[in-house]
């Protein structure tokens, strides 16, 4: 019960975030020089033309007005049409955030094997030469940014080695699988189109992997730290006094409580992926939201600025309250709390 | 038992200038005891090494780089996108400008921003920090910390490309969008450890002898986050560089002629694979400057920690 309370109050204070989110980004969107009715047509239309569209824009009301105006119209989901594209906004988020988040997923998935996988080895192994292998690779994986990656496994893999695309989701003579829920790789096995479904597979490795490297690194460093500090306490020692076997211990009683940082960790990597996505999306030609906001943000396109930016916001959002769920059902301590009220 | 009255009547007996010597003694011992304990740890010292040489590498490009007039507007087409070589010792670019110089005064404007950045977000971020944690609870409190959760509410990365796009683009303006969204996370640092450290009796005593506010919070609390906020910023910094190649790379940054590693990477990326040396060496000049300043940056917090066990 407490739990739902819990939960509304969550969602409440992410509402309230968001709208002042909305708020910095409307001021971010208005200090930028030029008139943004100017842009919308461009600078050979005539005077009248732009007169009129101010007017439409309710650019020529106060900035208080105006923001409530665009809070409006953002609620109810429009966010004008794109400088690039000439579309609604919303329509082309819809078109592209699918494949961001598929993206995404794949990267948190890659994150979450490897990454926990890689801490379970280390810590079962520790200070061995797996140990250190994987600390390396740790190192490796933290102080290389994402698009340097994307680079150098761009080279490594796609051109010396040719082992898999480079660019886009599925390669150009491969159709399209008719879309349910926007997630290539799901709707071709959905509709059962197996080789479409190995080629998205291939298209997705590269760009997944080089966002899921610093995930992977993370993940993998905290759950080694955190297992090796669960393998001291006294319930272990009873454990083991009781004659449990190694391998019992270590799956049924250590991992699952030393999962729950690296959980919290890779939860919010999921945002900073989105972010890094950016970028790394540029770079392998990804049709998705973030390289559709690096072009809004490289041509000034404000209402997809905007609407991108707040898409990002709630995304967050909604994954901070789902790893406080998934962390709540891991950690029966804090059932308890919620269900005390405190 | 004896002892340890006839030191603390000793003590007593001590003039004001001699217990301040004496202060002044034990934090040279500090220093000297950190610095040993950090010295023990040779990755950290690597760590050292790594950032004080690409340091003195930056700021005496001039005098080190074998071609310094490569960094400004400069071509060379019969000498383009050469591969490394004992005249070049990184290659040349794609207009024949010798890399490996190119590189070198790429990092200043890297470590610039680093260390602008960070001086820019650190003071207001700690003082908000230290405001709300001092005044928890109090309207005070809730005004800083929910303007903090809503610019912590999307990844610094996303609303830094926002700022900086719609700015003009160059190296002061990219500072001023990261810097612009990297104060709340000191603000959340020292918020955590000001609402712990209010109630310590140290800061209650400053309260009921009459302490005036400025001093509770500058000079009782926080020399108390002094140590979490260097770490911070020993490993941030490498962030912030990262950052701030990566808005060079959309070409958000510092603008060409002026070399700097993002555009550098953007650039290469171009010419691969035929070319790659033209963009992997400043990837790699990246990876080795976040390197030098991770490894220093995990000295630098083991050396506390170690303190505080």
Redesign the interface.
């Known amino acids: 019960m407490s739990m739902l309370r819990f939960l509304i109050q969550r969602a409440l204070y992410s509402v309230?975030?968001?709208l002042?989110?909305s708020?910095?980004?409307f001021v971010?969107?208005r200090?930028?020089p030029g008139d943004p009715a100017r842009m919308a047509v461009g600078a050979r239309a005539p005077q009248w033309v732009v007169d009129r569209l101010r007017e439409q824009m309710h650019l020529d009301q106060p900035i208080a007005i105006q923001y409530y105006y665009w809070l409006r119209d953002a609620v109810r989901g429009d966010f004008g049409l794109s400088l690039i594209t000439q579309r609604p906004v919303t329509y082309d988020i819809k078109e592209t955030l699918p494949a961001s988040l598929e993206l995404a997923l794949y990267a948190a998935l890659i994150a979450a094997v490897f990454g926990i996988g890689m801490g379970i080895l280390s810590a079962r192994y520790k200070d061995s030469w797996i140990d250190n292998l994987s600390r390396l690779f740790s190192?490796a994986g933290?102080?290389?940014?994402s698009?340097?990656f994307a680079?150098?496994f761009?080279?490594l893999f796609?051109?010396?080695l040719k082992w898999f695309p480079i660019i886009g989701r599925v390669s150009e003579n491969v159709p399209l699988p008719p879309k349910i829920t926007g997630l290539v790789t799901v709707d071709a096995l959905i509709q059962g189109q197996f080789s479409t479904f190995v080629d998205a597979l291939w298209h997705i490795v590269l760009p997944s992997l080089s966002l899921a490297m610093g995930s992977i690194a993370q993940a993998a460093r905290i759950t080694r730290s955190s297992m090796a500090d669960n393998l001291t306490k006294d319930y272990i020692a009873n454990m083991r006094a009781l004659g449990v076997s190694e391998r019992a211990i270590m799956s049924r009683f250590l991992l699952k409580p030393s999962l729950i940082p690296t959980i919290s960790i890779l939860g919010l990597d999921i945002?900073?992926i989105?972010?890094?996505a950016?970028?790394v999306e540029?770079?392998f030609n990804w049709p998705g939201m973030a390289r559709y906001?690096?072009n809004a943000?490289?041509y000034?396109d404000?209402n997809a600025?905007s609407a991108v930016?707040l898409v990002?916001?709630a995304a967050?959002?909604i994954m901070n309250i789902l790893v406080d769920l998934i962390v709540a059902y891991l950690d029966p301590r804090i059932r308890l709390r919620a269900a005390k009220g405190e | 038992m004896q002892v340890s009255t006839s030191s603390s009547l000793h003590r007593s007996s001590l003039s004001l200038e001699q217990i301040k010597q004496l202060q002044r003694a034990s934090r040279r011992e500090e220093i000297g005891r950190n610095w040993y304990k950090f010295s023990r740890n040779p990755i950290s010292v690597m760590g050292l090494l790594v950032v004080v040489t690409v340091i003195l590498l930056a700021a005496f490009a001039p005098y080190v780089a074998p071609y310094p007039a490569h960094a400004g507007p400069f071509t060379d087409f019969a000498n383009a996108k050469k591969p490394p070589s004992a005249t070049y010792w990184l290659g040349t670019d794609q207009i024949g400008r010798d890399i490996f110089s190119r590189i070198l005064f790429g990092m200043r404007s890297s470590l610039l921003m680093g260390v602008v950045v960070l001086s820019l977000v650190v003071p207001p971020g700690v003082l908000l920090g230290l405001l709300a944690g001092y005044y928890h609870n109090t309207w005070i409190d809730t005004l800083i910390m929910?303007?903090t959760?809503?610019?912590l509410?999307?990844?610094p990365?996303?609303?830094a490309?926002?700022?900086?796009?719609?700015l003009k683009p160059n190296l002061w303006n990219s500072m001023m969008a990261v810097s612009l969204m990297w104060w709340p996370w000191y603000t959340r640092l020292v918020y955590g450890l000001a609402t712990a450290l209010r109630n310590e009796y140290f800061v209650i005593a400053a309260e009921v002898t009459g302490a005036s506010t400025a001093h509770i919070l500058f000079r009782e609390i926080f020399p108390n986050t002094i140590s979490p906020i260097l770490t911070k910023m020993s490993i941030d910094i490498?962030w912030v560089i990262?950052i701030g190649?990566?808005l060079s790379?959309?070409?958000?940054g510092v603008q060409p002629p002026e070399p700097s590693l993002g555009t550098m990477?953007a650039d290469g990326?171009k010419y691969?694979?035929d070319q790659?040396w033209i963009?992997?060496f400043p990837?790699l000049a990246?990876?080795v400057i976040?390197?030098g300043f991770?490894l220093l940056g995990d000295g630098i917090r083991d050396m506390f920690a170690s303190e505080e066990a």
């Open positions: 309230f975030v968001l002042g989110l708020i910095v980004i971010i969107a200090i930028m190192y933290i102080v290389t940014p698009y340097i680079i150098l761009i080279l796609g051109f010396a945002a900073a989105l972010s890094v950016f970028i540029s770079i906001g690096m943000m490289l000034k404000l600025i930016i990002f916001g967050f959002a | 929910r303007v959760d809503i610019f509410a999307v990844p990365l996303v609303l490309l926002a700022v900086a796009s719609v490498a990262i190649s990566m790379f959309v070409g958000l990477i990326a691969l694979p790659w963009a992997v990837a990246i990876v976040v390197l991770n």
